[in-house]
């Protein structure tokens, strides 16, 4: 096997001819990775990979000057006449010598603090010639997993592709893009992907992209997770300390000053290491720095390391980033993971003259068969040469992707797989057949018992069949869901179909009719295992639901970039429940509330009749100015903060079995994130809507509010709902304005407070309003901590909340735990 991979790694490997190739070592003939080579006075230049060893394509013979540049080590510049291609150039570099010189120190200021003031000053001019530019782009990513377990959660995880070996160790992913691109500060990008490879995956397409990875170390944030502080932002001194610890000269004699980098307090979005500054023009010449994943509000991640290298260029007279590297360790779950991503920039060309149709909303495309694209294409356009290592795991998992995809074993693995046992009744069965990629789903019922004070014990299960087409990325989907109340002794059913025709417009057809049992909110505000809970251990009847028997079709597409419309066309007949159990588990003594939302203790007379409707809507959504991606295999819409989504909502009741059901409704709704720098984001969502002609319309159509009365919060955010209103209390069939805003400061705020900065948390600020006609408005100001938890696991939310109606009504504890809506 070990010389099946080795002729394989030759066969990938044969290089273009058209190179300089070699090896570069340190004193000691160890292998120095992510050393920048490149032809001097030009941009063309690649880095050696985790060997070593580089290939930098050259396009004829002759004279040339190649500079080998890596922090840490002398700048070498080595004259070659080539003669032919390939031409072989094999290079040892020395350690750089820091000279530290004997300095005046003023009020003990060290000197490298003048330094960083004088690069901040600076930022201005030592863009101002790289703020537009096209450039080659490559990028190459390679993530490694150690001992993975076997299970995780009792669920075996397989070997994840064949990724793994006998020790459950491999390289899990492995992937390259080649790219071109148009740069224009100070955001507008368009990239062109030329090429796309992934291990194991003949049709795949890299997520690898230049956007992604645009971390600025001149602008005053670095993209992650949150804005990370750069050591030279505008308020760099209110976040580091700054330590020169010596300097050296570069070949053409200009002096490099190395700053250590160190934060003033632990918990905040900053990093730590090294940043390079030229003397007298104080551009940035390296970045060395690593970034906690706490840091960054990302649990998972243990560290990352970020490397910059920039290269001068004698006739253009400006400092140029050319390699850029990624390095992370994480882990959770007992899976640890190790990768670095690797990036070339190379081929500029600065303040090059823009077209109007250079940036569009199409901010990256890839070219037709980008992802198919052969050895000879990528041995002549990649410009960091893999290791054997690399070689190896591409026709590894080549292989094995060919044998995997293959009848006889998929049909083998589902045979294993779709093996029936007695369990299977109450836990849930799935049924494969991969080869054709469609599949049968029983749910069981195990876990689906639930408590309601109408059906008492609830009991549902379902079946489900699935048609996927991974090409197109489109499916079909035919459903049956089963529900019965055990007290009610009643059997409900009802079916369920959905076809989506394109991953474009995403283009989705919907269908469903039977009967079921809902909530008059059809927001479902509370959950029916909370509602359980709270039925059964407190006795608080919150859920109210009502009887429903339906068709409903409904169809969405994207119809323009940025507007989507949603349709949807119901008839059903609606029947009041009433309560069917006074059973709980604790506090016997105390009483149920009846299933009437507005008058909780009339237990004779619903709050509606039998009636059947009509109902017809249409939604449109507007996202201003969306940008996207472009890939054969569909459209992907980026999130923006820069824009508000607006929502257009119309719907009408109509051929009710009575005209007092019918009516018209128009509501509009805002929603937008406001980032604020590194001191948080704002998020506000705002809706104002209003009835015609609805009277006497069925409380089940009324505008529903989402309250809660459970002190149980359920989602990431409360951007749409009210923690101590009741539920149905404000309902109307009138005009109402709701709004809610909720500040998050990711850490700005509470990483400055003593104690509590240990808990690397964050904290939140909430306003919560609802007007409607013949009350006075209702409102509630909250004040919680987020991001709370034990170690990597980070579920939980504490919020103080209090409310005001014509003064203070009342105050409460909201406990959040974000994993609840997945046990619904």
Same mark, same amino acid.
């Given at each position: 096997m070990k010389n099946f991979f080795f002729l394989a790694f030759l066969l990938v490997s044969t290089a273009s001819n058209a190179q300089i190739k070699g090896l570069v070592t340190d004193e000691n003939n160890n292998p120095l990775p992510l050393v920048s080579v490149l032809v001097d006075k030009t941009y063309n230049g690649t880095t050696t990979n985790e060997k070593g060893v580089y290939e930098l394509n050259v396009k004829k013979n002759g004279k040339y000057a190649i500079v080998f540049q890596f922090l840490g080590f002398k700048t070498k510049r080595v004259d070659v006449t080539v003669e032919s291609l390939p031409y072989h150039l094999d290079v040892k570099l020395a350690e750089e010598k820091y000279v530290l010189k004997e300095v005046v120190v003023n009020n003990q200021e060290d000197p490298a603090v003048q330094i960083i003031k004088n690069a901040i000053t600076a930022k201005k001019q030592n863009t101002v010639r790289t703020a537009a530019y096209k450039a080659d782009f490559y990028s190459k990513g390679l993530m490694r997993i150690k001992d993975a377990p076997k299970k995780i959660l009792g669920q075996e995880i397989g070997d994840f592709d064949g990724a793994l070996d006998s020790t459950r160790t491999g390289i899990l992913y492995l992937s390259e893009t080649v790219s071109r691109l148009s740069f224009q500060k100070p955001d507008k990008m368009k990239e062109t992907i030329l090429a796309s490879k992934v291990a194991g995956k003949n049709n795949g397409f890299s997520f690898n992209n230049a956007a992604s990875v645009e971390f600025d170390f001149y602008e005053n944030y670095l993209p992650f997770q949150i804005n990370v502080i750069s050591p030279i932002s505008d308020n760099a001194f209110s976040y580091y300390k700054f330590k020169i610890d010596g300097t050296f000269y570069t070949e053409d004699k200009q002096q490099i000053n190395k700053i250590r980098v160190i934060p003033r307090r632990d918990t905040e979005p900053v990093v730590e290491g090294y940043i390079y500054v030229v003397e007298d023009s104080w551009a940035v010449y390296a970045v060395d720095v690593n970034?906690?994943?706490?840091?960054?509000?990302?649990? $998972?991640?243990? %560290?990352?390391?970020?490397?910059?290298?920039?290269?001068?260029?004698?006739?253009?007279?400006?400092?140029?980033? +050319?390699?850029?590297?990624?390095?992370?360790?994480?882990? !959770? /779950?007992?899976?640890?993971?190790?990768?670095?991503?690797?990036?070339?920039?190379?081929?500029?060309? #600065?303040?090059?003259?823009?077209?109007?149709?250079?940036?569009?909303?199409?901010?990256?495309?890839?070219?037709?068969?980008?992802?198919?694209?052969?050895?000879?294409?990528?041995?002549?356009?990649?410009?960091?040469?893999?290791?054997?290592?690399?070689?190896?795991?591409?026709?590894?998992?080549?292989?094995?992707?060919?044998?995997?995809?293959?009848?006889?074993?998929?049909?083998? !693995?589902?045979?294993?797989?779709?093996? #029936?046992?007695?369990?299977?009744?109450?836990?849930?069965?799935? @049924?494969?057949?991969? @080869?054709?990629?469609?599949?049968?789903?029983?749910?069981?019922?195990?876990?689906?018992?639930?408590?309601?004070?109408?059906?008492?014990? $609830?009991?549902?299960?379902?079946?489900?069949?699935?048609? %996927?087409?991974?090409?197109?990325?489109?499916?079909?989907?035919?459903?049956?869901?089963?529900?019965?109340?055990?007290?009610?002794?009643?059997?409900?059913?009802?079916?369920?179909?959905?076809?989506?025709?394109?991953?474009?417009?995403?283009?989705?057809?919907?269908?469903?009719?039977?009967?079921?049992?809902?909530?008059?909110?059809?927001?479902?505000?509370?959950?029916?295992?909370?509602?359980?809970?709270?039925?059964?251990?407190?006795?608080?009847?919150?859920?109210?639901?009502?009887?429903?028997?339906?068709i409903n079709l409904g169809y969405s597409q994207e119809v323009l970039n940025g507007f989507s419309v949603n349709t949807n066309f119901e008839y059903s007949e609606r029947k009041p429940l009433f309560n069917g159990t006074d059973y709980t588990i604790v506090k016997k003594s105390k009483r149920y509330t009846s299933n009437n939302p507005l008058f909780p203790y009339d237990y004779e007379n619903p709050v509606m009749v039998k009636h059947n409707l009509i109902k017809a809507g249409i939604t449109g959504k507007i996202n201003f100015a969306q940008e996207y991606w472009s890939r054969p295999d569909g459209k992907f819409n980026l999130s923006d903060?820069?824009?508000?989504?607006?929502? /257009?909502?119309?719907?009408?009741? /109509?051929?009710?079995?009575?005209?007092?059901? %019918?009516?018209?409704?128009?509501?509009?709704?805002?929603? =937008?994130? /406001?980032l604020l720098g590194n001191k948080g984001n704002l998020g506000i969502n705002i809706t104002a809507g209003k009835f015609f002609n609805a009277d006497g319309i069925s409380f089940a159509d009324y505008k529903h509010f989402?309250?809660?009365?459970? =002190?149980?919060?359920?989602?990431?955010?409360?951007?749409?709902?009210? %923690?101590?209103?009741?539920?149905?209390?404000?309902?109307? +069939?009138?005009?109402?304005?709701?709004? =809610?805003?909720?500040?998050?400061?990711?850490? *700005?705020?509470?990483?400055?407070?003593?104690?509590?900065?240990?808990?690397?948390?964050?904290? !939140?600020?909430?306003w919560h309003n &609802?007007?409607?006609?013949?009350?006075?408005?209702?409102?509630?100001?909250?004040?919680?901590?987020?991001?709370?938890?034990?170690?990597?696991?980070?579920? #939980?939310?504490?919020?103080?909340?209090?409310?005001?109606?014509?003064?203070?009504?009342?105050?409460?504890?909201? *406990?959040? &735990?974000? !994993?609840?809506?997945a046990l619904d």
């Open positions: 970034i906690k994943g706490y840091r960054m509000q990302t649990p $998972a991640l243990d %560290n990352l390391i970020l490397k910059q290298s920039f290269s001068y260029n004698q006739n253009d007279r400006i400092w140029v980033k +050319n390699t850029q590297s990624l390095d992370f360790t994480a882990g !959770i /779950l007992g899976i640890n993971l190790s990768g670095r991503f690797t990036y070339v920039y190379s081929n500029f060309e #600065f303040e090059p003259a823009f077209d109007k149709k250079t940036f569009t909303r199409e901010v990256l495309a890839f070219e037709k068969d980008s992802n198919k694209k052969d050895n000879d294409f990528w041995n002549t356009i990649r410009p960091v040469p893999l290791t054997f290592e690399e070689s190896s795991d591409y026709v590894k998992k080549d292989s094995i992707q060919t044998l995997r995809q293959s009848k006889k074993y998929l049909d083998s !693995i589902d045979r294993k797989s779709n093996r #029936f046992s007695p369990l299977s009744m109450v836990s849930g069965y799935n @049924y494969k057949n991969s @080869y054709k990629d469609w599949s049968l789903n029983y749910k069981g019922f195990l876990t689906s018992l639930r408590f309601n004070t109408v059906q008492g014990y $609830a009991l549902s299960t379902g079946l489900n069949y699935l048609k %996927n087409n991974k090409e197109n990325r489109t499916y079909t989907s035919v459903g049956l869901v089963l529900n019965y109340g055990l007290e009610e002794e009643k059997f409900r059913v009802k079916g369920e179909f959905s076809r989506k025709f394109n991953n474009v417009t995403n283009a989705l057809l919907r269908f469903s009719g039977g009967r079921d049992i809902v909530q008059f909110n059809s927001n479902n505000p509370i959950s029916s295992f909370v509602n359980s809970v709270s039925t059964l251990f407190f006795k608080n009847n919150f859920m109210k639901l009502y009887d429903r028997s339906f903060n820069k824009y508000p989504t607006v929502y /257009l909502t119309y719907e009408k009741g /109509l051929a009710g079995n009575k005209s007092q059901y %019918n009516f018209d409704y128009a509501a509009m709704r805002v929603s =937008h994130d /406001l989402n309250g809660n009365q459970t =002190h149980i919060g359920q989602s990431d955010r409360y951007l749409n709902v009210f %923690n101590l209103m009741p539920y149905y209390k404000y309902s109307t +069939n009138d005009s109402f304005f709701e709004a =809610h805003t909720e500040y998050d400061d990711k850490g *700005f705020i509470i990483n400055k407070i003593p104690l509590l900065n240990l808990l690397k948390t964050n904290l !939140i600020l909430g &609802l007007s409607v006609p013949d009350r006075k408005p209702y409102s509630e100001i909250s004040v919680g901590l987020d991001n709370l938890g034990f170690g990597k696991f980070k579920v #939980f939310r504490f919020d103080y909340v209090r409310s005001y109606q014509n003064g203070f009504a009342a105050d409460g504890i909201v *406990f959040g &735990l974000k !994993i609840l809506n």
